[in-house]
Every structure is written in structure tokens, then in C-alpha cells.
């Protein structure tokens, strides 16, 4: 039996509805939802002794329901003849003080003020299904009849599917009208409302006296029943917040009812209280993975901090992470700095219902899920300073427990938090750096928290960096790469060389050549002053008579001293990144790698000159450009790629004459760290040259 209308037109047409209910006879119709749906926000609302008037009754039973629970002074209206005689039939014995009365509610016949609550199950969306001007006038006397027959401080009840322009016409109009409006996101319970792919809404407008020069709109949005309401300061981020919902309810679906294909799928959850984002969900499928009872889901955590290593920081890292744990479908949960977490079962607990909406189709209803992590616990992180760049934005610095037990200092730029602008090894004790009254806090807690020291603390005596490590694999491969300066004897560490140096970050780069290689000379061009304030205060880094650092656009200045023909250095080393990371090439910026740029950075090579680069792109058509561009510009291009990690290291030199094997570059490597190990000077023992020359290629 076809009931569907022709157009969405019908849906307010009272000759349609006469129709649908002679063709569906006494079976009940329930648009979004049961009673069982609905019934937590109603009694929210609406006290039984009010008098709650229903538009657009249908024969949904939910009138009959909330009678039966107490609620006795219910009228009910509708535009169909038909339906109002099958409910006065279906009702007159059991419900005798509940009324059904035939009435067009655009013209209803009532006094003003007669009722406290007016109820409507899906009316607005039957009436609204365009914005045509005849339907903006039919819905513009549907609300002005509500407002008349509603007492001051009643409420209108509106469950809707909130489609974007009823929800913003409602909105809308209530809050110019003077009316709080507060909007619940309805939880499934029943079976039939599961069946449905958007989510349902109640909107609750309350009636005030509409008062010259009001103040500002109360608008606010109810996630879940047991959540305190969040106030929103405009209309279009409430409309904002449910579409964010009707978008995840979208996606939910897809996810419960197949595989996410490759798609790079996430969610971000927000705190309650703050509205901050407080959990990433990423949804990583491994179709070749065959399901069977203990591999089809699981949910792994990320340790505070950790989030930016390339294996949980990157699609390809949990592409990978996901395929070594061999389940179907992997959660990867990051957590968000600014939030505190108590403990690994806190986490677990507050995330057991959202999580078990993500998971694949089929999945037994009693299936145990098991929660992943690494190391054992949520991990430290310490937000030790918070700043801002007029260049750059808003930054933190933060100190983080690494998977080896040591601490680690890191410069996050929020622009892009899963990239570790800069990184720093704290010494042993170098973990203290919380003030006693914050320590005895966190210490009255299970778990591990985000703890701000004071904005204005300086770095103590127990917080000294490592100078001597490098914490950024792409760094040891630079300094791996000054081995090609090699004469006949090897490239050793008192060598003479001067190097330009482009990006300065926390500076360990510059200052590791500083104090390994006694002779050097180092320029060092940062384009954003408060970063060498940051590396200054927060890294230790200095400058003297063979370290020096200039405040200036790198693309400017190295063309201006090209121009002038002042400048040679034997190392030209780019460790830039860009700030638009919607570019497909997150370091360098496009500019430092065109050809015509490229040439000014070949000028200012001595003729045995090195020029390294540090490229991390995603983009292969750009990336193909990109060595295209370098290898017109150099005639021989190494290249080194970092194991685990998107960066690839590129060293390039001016002649093909310089060229050298595998075996020539492991001889030379094994020279250099040798001379770098010299007695009384601390060496990472991790840190071997030679194994890391073993895959450079040439290109």
C-alpha cells in the first residue's frame, strides 16, 4: 500500500491527509519516535496539571500514553476528519476527559492565553518543506497561533527533524519574539526510532513578554538528558551544534553498515562543561582483516602527548598501527591537552557508550571490547607556558613523558596540533616542574593530568635540555648528510665550514652543529621573533661569535644576498615549515622550493657547497614537481628518507663530479661519528651515522 505523497506539497494539504488515514485505518503512525523516545524531556516540561494542547495529532498513540501516566488535560487537533473520528472511537471509553476536535491550527478557534504547553510531533516539518513565500506565510500564522493561545511563560514543544531551514525559521523567529529557545538532541530507545537514520530534536521555546532594548538571546543546546545545558552565544551556533549531530548520526550510519573504504575518517568530541574539544575518535578499517569474534573491534588510546608521532599522528601511521593490531575496525582515541583525565579506566568508562555507536555492523551485542594503549597509563603531559605569535599563532609549550620514561619539551603550534614544531630532551630531573601546591594536587589523583604551571614561570635549574641529542630524526639525518663535504681524508669535526640555516624552531639543529663541530659558523634565519624568544627561554638556545641568529623573511633575504653577491657558505640547510596545511606540503612553504628561488640558493654555494632540504609532502603530483624543480637546479640529489616518519631529506650538490657510493658515504659516516665521539663528551649512543647513510639513494 503506496502512502507516499506525489510532491512534499501534500504533506499540508488536509485532502492528502483525509486520504492516508481512510488508506492506513486505525494503525497507528508515529513520526520520530515513541513515547518511550520522548517521555524523559516531556515530564521534563510539562507538569500534569498543565493544559497541553497537540497540533497535528495523526493517530499517534502519544497523546493516549501520556494520559495514562497522568497527564489528563490534553486537547488534540488536526486538519483530517477522518483521523479525529478513529481517535474519538479509539478513546472514548478509556480517555474521556481527553479531547479530538477537527481544527486548522493556522486558525485555531481558542482563546488567547488557554493553554501552558503546545506539543507538535513533526506538524512544522509537514507544513515547511520549502521556503516558498506561500509556505513562510502558512508557517508565519502556525507560530503566531501558537504564541496567542500560549500563556506567558508556557512552552512550546516542537520535535522535529530539525532540516536546516525549518530549524533555522524557528529558531529564528522565537528568539526575535524574546523566547529562550533550548533544543534537546532526542536519545534512541525504542526500536522504531533505532530504525532511523537522522536524529530527532525537541526544541522547547518558552513564552516571554517580548520587552523593548532585551537583552542578549538565550539560546542553548541539551546533548543528553543528564547534561547541564550549553549556552550559545548566536543562532548560528546552535544551528551550528545540530548540525553537527544530524552530520555524526550520517556517519554513524555509513560506519554501522559497512567499512569506512579507505576513508579518512574522524570525530572530535567536546568537553561538556567547556565546549573544548576533548576526544578524537579515528576510524581506521582493515577490509582484509576477516572478522571472527575477538578481532572485529577494538579501541586504542593514545597517551597524552604522544598523539603527534607519525604512527598515531598521521592516516598512514594508524594505517599501519591498525594492521600490526589485526582487528577489523580500530578506534584510535587522542586526547585533547586542557583536559584532565583520571585514570585509563575513567577514559574507558566515559567512552563506552559513545564508542559502541562506531562500531562495524554485525557486532554481537555482547561482545567484550577490548581497550588498547601503550605503556600502561594516559601518559604525562605538562603545559608549561602558553603564547601567542603575531606571525604564527597561538602556541604551547609543553613537557611529555616519552615511551622510553624520559621527558620530552615540545613547541606545538595550535594551528596544526598533530606537528611538533620543535623538540628537546629534559635531563633526568628535568620532570620537577610543577609547583609543590600543583604537585600535591595531581597527587591526590589516580591518574595523570594536564597541569599548567604559571604563565610567567621561568625555566628552573632542573629543567636544562640535552643539548646533545637530537630528538627529531630528520635532524640526525641532516647532520648525517654534512658527510658529503668529505675530502680525501673524511669531513671531521674541527673542519672550517659556515652554514645558513634556515628555520630556527627551538633551535637544537644550529646549536648541535654549534657544539659538535668546533669550527663552524652558523647563520640562522627565522622569520618570527616570539620563536626565537621561545627558543631562547624555553630551549636554551644562545648565541655567540659563531652562532647568530637574523630576524627576517628567508625567501628576502636570501635573495637580496644573492643579489648583492655578499654571501657563500659551504651549507645551505632548509628546516622550514608552512603555516597552510592545506597545501599537501606541510615544510617547506611552495616559494622555497621554485626553480627561480632555487637558483638564488645555488649562488650562494661554494663551488664544493651542500644544499640540504627537509621536504614533507603528501601530495605525490606536487612532490613530483617539487624534485623536478631541485634536480633543474642541482645536477646530483641524494635522498634519505626517515623510517616511520613523512619526511624525506634531500642533499643536494653542484656537480655530478662529486658523486659518491654507498660504501664511500659509509666509510665517510663511520668516520665522522667517530671524531664526533671524542673522550669527556657525551654521546647518544643511538645515534649511529653510518647505519643511517646505509639508504640514501640517488635520484
Known sequence: MNLLPKSSKEFSSAEYWETFFKKRGGSAFEWYGTYVDH????????????????????????????????????????????????????????????????????????????????????????????????????????????????????????????????????VSHFSQEGWPVRVHAIEEQSEASRQFVMPVFTFVFTKFKKLPGAGQKILEMCAEEQEKPLRLESTEQLLESVKVRQQYALLRSHLTKGSSSGENVSLTFCDRESGKPRYTFYVVDQPSVKPTRTNNFAIFIVPQGRETEWIFGT?????????????????????????????????????????????????????????????????????????????????????????????????????????????????????????????????????????????????????AIDKSYLCCNHHRAMIAGLVLLSNKDGFLADAVISLLVVGLGGGSLPLFIHDFFSQSTIDAIEIDPEVLEVATRWFEFSQDDR???????????????????????????????????????????????????????????????????????????????????????????????????????????????????????LEAGQILENDLKKPGRHWDQTYRLAEMLKKVTIV
Open 315 to 463: 592516516d598512514e601511521g594508524r594505517k599501519q598501527l591498525s594492521k600490526s593490531a589485526a582487528f577489523k575496525r580500530l578506534l584510535v582515541v587522542a586526547l585533547h591537552r586542557d583536559q584532565l583525565y583520571q585514570s585509563m579506566e575513567a577514559i574507558q568508562s566515559e567512552l563506552s557508550g559513545k564508542v559502541m555507536e562506531l562500531a562495524p555492523y554485525g557486532l554481537p551485542p555482547d561482545q567484550q571490547v577490548p581497550f588498547l594503549s601503550v605503556g600502561g597509563d594516559i601518559g604525562v603531559r605538562t603545559v608549561q607556558y602558553r603564547g601567542v605569535s603575531d606571525i604564527s599563532g597561538e602556541y604551547v609549550i609543553e613537557d611529555v613523558k616519552g615511551e622510553d620514561g624520559n621527558y620530552y619539551r615540545h613547541l606545538v603550534f595550535l594551528s596544526n596540533v598533530n606537528v611538533v614544531q620543535s623538540e628537546g630532551k629534559l635531563l633526568h630531573n628535568a620532570s620537577k616542574t610543577v609547583s609543590t601546591q600543583k604537585k600535591k594536587k595531581k597527587d591526590k589523583r589516580k591518574g595523570r593530568s594536564c597541569l599548567e604551571a604559571e604563565n610567567n614561570s621561568s625555566p628552573k635549574a632542573g629543567q
Open 39 to 170: 517521555c524523559a524531556v516531556l515530564h521534563k516540561y510539562i507538569k500534569p496539571k498543565d493544559k497541553v494542547l497537540v497540533v497535528g495529532c495523526g493517530n499517534s498513540e502519544l497523546s493516549e500514553q501520556m494520559y495514562d501516566v497522568g497527564y489528563q488535560s490534553i486537547t488534540n487537533i488536526d486538519i483530517s476528519e477522518v483521523v479525529i473520528n478513529q481517535m474519538k472511537e479509539r478513546n472514548a471509553v478509556r480517555r474521556p476527559a481527553m479531547t479530538f476536535t477537527k481544527m486548522d491550527m493556522m486558525q485555531m478557534e481558542f482563546s488567547d492565553s488557554q493553554f501552558q504547553v503546545v506539543l507538535d510531533k513533526g506538524t512544522l516539518d509537514a507544513i515547511m518543506t520549502d521556503e516558498s513565500d506561500g509556505t513562510l506565510r502558512s508557517v508565519e500564522r502556525m507560530f503566531a497561533e501558537i504564541g496567542r493561545v500560549l500563556q506567558v511563560g508556557g512552552r512550546f514543544l516542537c520535535i522535529s527533524l530539525a532540516q536546516e531551514h525549518i530549524a533555522k525559521k524557528a
Open 547 to 665: 652562532i647568530r641568529v637574523i630576524v627576517a623573511d628567508g625567501l628576502h633575504y636570501i635573495r637580496t644576498l644573492a643579489d648583492n653577491g655578499n654571501g657563500s657558505y659551504d651549507v645551505v640547510m632548509f628546516d622550514v615549515d608552512s603555516k597552510d596545511i592545506t597545501l599537501g606540503m606541510s615544510c617547506p612553504p611552495p616559494a622555497f622550493v621554485d626553480q627561480a628561488f632555487l637558483q638564488k640558493v645555488r649562488s650562494l654555494l661554494a663551488p664544493q657547497g651542500l644544499f640540504i632540504l627537509n621536504l614533507v609532502c603528501r601530495d605525490h603530483a606536487l612532490k613530483e614537481k617539487v624534485m623536478a624543480a631541485i634536480k633543474s637546479v642541482f645536477p646530483l640529489v641524494y635522498l634519505q628518507k626517515i623510517e616511520g616518519e613523512v619526511n624525506e631529506i634531500l642533499y643536494c650538490q653542484l656537480s655530478t663530479d662529486l658523486k659518491a657510493g654507498s660504501k664511500d658515504l
